[in-house]
């Protein structure tokens, strides 16, 4: 009977760091696509100083959740998503204006797999 209990928390116990982390992981892509929005929004309307802060300030946001991204998602896509935000960046502050949708377009769909990946669906099970 013991193993039985000790088996059923130790289930119990994976299932609500599982949900902790899927919770956790749509939070921090949420807050980072608020700021990325905000910045292609400006840089749309011609505040391309504007654009910049709010880029860099989803990018210290994304930064500052390392040590959590690097524990419990694919490096593969933090690595897509880090080279996403540098080239955002890049031509953002190279006055790149023609070049800028497309990549904060690759942004958001990198962002967009992460919390995808994250998620329980039959996909990511089987």
Known sequence: ??????????????????????HRADAL??????????????????DGAYASEQLDAAFRIWSSAKTYTQTLLRHSELDGTSDAFFA???????????AVPAVYEQL??????????????????F
Do not use: F, P, Q
């Open 29 to 46: 892509i949420e807050e980072v696509k608020e700021h990325v929005a905000l910045s292609e929004k400006a840089l749309l309307a011609g």
């Open 1 to 22: 009977m013991k193993r039985e209990i000790s088996a059923l928390l130790l289930l119990v116990l994976l299932s609500a760091a599982s949900i902790w982390n899927i």
């Open 88 to 98: 955002a960046m890049r031509e953002l502050d190279a006055g790149e204006i023609r």
């Open 108 to 125: 958001r769909y990198h962002l967009d797999c992460i919390a995808g990946m994250e998620h329980v669906t039959w996909g990511t099970i």
